[in-house]
């Protein structure tokens, strides 16, 4: 089982990371922080270049502690709170990820509130510095925290009359 949490740990962890550094920067493909503000604007959200360096980088530290099993439940309520937000983006897309759905950040909303429940495994940081096993209670408040976290997000954030103009200008374009 700790082998099975661990890859589990490392891939999602560091898929998450690696949603968060194309948001910021240049790499694995990404836009700079230009094309991550522009993004966060097409998509209907306030605050520019903040919201993009907040999602970027939430994604980036959630996914590395994630990665290395280090304060698992406080990772992965940002990695579900920071993937919630995508989800909401995605959603009207349906489900499916070849039609822009929402399949891949559900996915890793689901992935980071099973890490939640069940722990980092022995081979993690948490192990390491005997914070593992958490309380119940903690994983069950990361467990929900997160995604209201992101639903919270969103619903402070985002200008549907935006986001809805931006679907309009690319349908005239299209």
Do not use: C
């Not at 920067?25 to 520019?48: H, Q, V, W, Y």
């Not at 280090?70 to 909401?88: I, N």
């Not at 925290?145 to 009359?161: D, F, I, N, Y």
């Amino acid at each position: 089982m700790d082998t099975g949490l661990l890859v589990l740990r490392l891939v999602a962890g560091l898929l998450v990371a690696g949603h968060g550094v194309q948001k910021v920067s240049f790499r694995l493909g990404g836009e700079g922080l230009a094309g991550g503000t522009e993004e966060f604007r097409r998509d209907g959200f306030r605050g520019g270049r903040l919201t993009a360096l907040a999602a970027g980088g939430g994604q980036v530290g959630a996914g590395l502690f994630l990665a290395a099993g280090l304060l698992t439940p406080a990772a992965a309520m940002a990695a579900a709170g920071v993937m919630t937000v995508a989800t909401t983006v995605k959603w009207r897309n349906g489900l499916w990820v070849q039609h822009d759905g929402y399949e891949y950040p559900f996915f890793l909303v689901v992935v980071a509130g099973v890490l939640a429940l069940t722990g980092p495994g022995r081979w993690s940081a948490d192990h390491a510095l005997g914070l593992a096993p958490w309380p119940v209670w903690v994983s069950v408040a990361a467990l929900v925290v997160g995604p209201v976290s992101g639903l919270l997000t969103r619903a402070l954030l985002h200008h549907p009359s935006v986001a809805e103009g931006a679907s309009e200008d690319a349908h005239a374009a299209g």
